[in-house]
T-cell receptor
Framework: DAGVIQSPRHEVTEMGQEVTLRCKPI?????LFWYRQTMMRGLELLIYFNNNVPIDDSGMPEDRFSAKMPNASFSTLKIQPSEPRDSAVYFC????????????FGQGTRLTVV | SQQGEEDPQALSIQEGENATMNCSYK?????LQWYRQNSGRGLVHLIL?????REKHSGRLRVTLDTSKKSSSLLITASRAADTASYFC???????????FGKGTRLHILP
């Protein structure tokens, strides 16, 4: 397996534009996590899915953020409209099951909103 | 919200020395994990310790867990330049399946 694949690796967009980040988890993994990393706040859990169903989105900062998982092999994180304070590295991670297994991370998407 | 807090925030040591990082957390956990992140890369899993374990080894890594103090430590022995990275502890709480990370310790190994 190629691991967790995220695209794009880098995204520069203007304030107010819609941004869509994409993630392909490892095949067979039931859990998918979206994290945001900044210097100030560290690694924040935004939302996670179990078997394509959103379980906890309490970390999503605002209604401008939304995430979907239409099938087991694809998830998106959308920001609409984007703001400069959304600039961060966004990571997707997947794990086989809950209760004591490692999470496998993608390489991240570095988002810059100007 | 942050569950784990690493200490120190940054650490510089000479190559060959041992590096110790600590993590404290707030709620009861199932497991505690340590991850490494090289600059500009994703996180890589290092080791997992379950709540009923007190110590675990993997190569040059030694992890301890004290559930009464809600704390863990990661020891890297005989450090190498390649160990330069940020190290994070992560916990999954008993009440849910979330994996929550601390802010990390930046480790720099001096040649």
């Amino acid at each position: 397996d190629a691991g967790v694949i995220q695209s794009p690796r880098h995204e520069v967009t203007e304030m107010g534009q819609e941004v869509t980040l994409r993630c392909k988890p490892i095949s067979g993994h039931d859990y998918l996590f979206w994290y945001r990393q900044t210097m100030m706040r560290g690694l924040e859990l935004l939302i996670y899915f179990n078997n394509n169903v959103p379980i906890d989105d309490s970390g999503m900062p605002e209604d401008r953020f939304s995430a979907k998982m239409p099938n087991a092999s694809f998830s998106t994180l959308k920001i609409q409209p984007s703001e400069p304070r959304d600039s961060a590295v966004y990571f997707c991670a997947s794990s086989p099951w809950a209760g004591g297994t490692e999470a496998f991370f993608g390489q991240g998407t570095r988002l810059t909103v100007v | 919200s942050q569950q784990g807090e690493e200490d120190p925030q940054a650490l510089s040591i000479q190559e060959g020395e041992n590096a110790t990082m600590n993590c404290s957390y707030k709620t009861s956990i199932n497991n505690l994990q340590w991850y490494r992140q090289n600059s500009g890369r994703g996180l890589v899993h290092l080791i997992l310790i379950r709540s009923n374990e007190r110590e675990k080894h993997s190569g040059r890594l030694r992890v301890t867990l004290d559930t009464s103090k809600k704390s863990s430590s990661l020891l890297i022995t005989a450090s190498r330049a390649a160990d330069t990275a940020s190290y994070f502890c992560a916990t999954d709480a008993r009440r849910d399946d979330k994996i929550i990370f601390g802010k990390g310790t930046r480790l720099h190994i001096l040649p």
